[in-house]
């Protein structure tokens, strides 16, 4: 082989190998979405963790830990907590269909208007994200606080579009108890699947 015709090869596969790299990296043409970062870091799509169960709606499939129970909540969804003294929700999971003019674009303004109208007070916003990877499609989530009758959360709560349907999963405990619950509640909406 020539010195020509070896340069000519080696640059050959340098060029078939840099298109590899980009095929793989840019998901074969289809567009590419940086990792979650900042406070939304933790969302990896992935399946539940080994023993969880699965509750299952119109609204998706909502990954729980054992030990929680499901609990009576709107028609079409799928809600389960984790029960304290006397009854007290100290954790919360909900899944429901997308009913309204919510989109992954309006989310941010959407979820904290939408708690106001159902009454909750002291609501405010503590991050947003629009362009969330999750396991069958994009998402938007935010986190806020947001004060009942009965205690002040912290949710986490998410506008999650999948191939045929698209979602809203919710993850909130009292916000006394989020440093507790922010584990398990952030795992089950990584594996959140609408």
Known sequence: MTRRSGATAGLLGVAVAAALLTVS??????????PATGRFAWVHPAP????????RSRGGALSYPPGWRHIKTDRGSASVAL??????????????????PETLANWSRFRP????????RSVHLLASSDDLAFRSGRGACVIDDYTTSKATYREIACLVSGRRASAVVVAAAPRALWNHQADTLERAVSSFVP
């Open 83 to 100: 029960l304290g003294a006397g009854g007290r929700i100290d954790a919360y999971l909900n899944a429901t269909p997308k009913q309204g």
């Open 48 to 55: 539940p963790p080994s023993g969880w169960n699965i509750a």
């Open 113 to 120: 208007g939408h708690n106001l109208r159902e009454g909750d």
């Open 25 to 34: 990296l840019g998901g074969g043409g289809q567009a590419s979405h940086r």
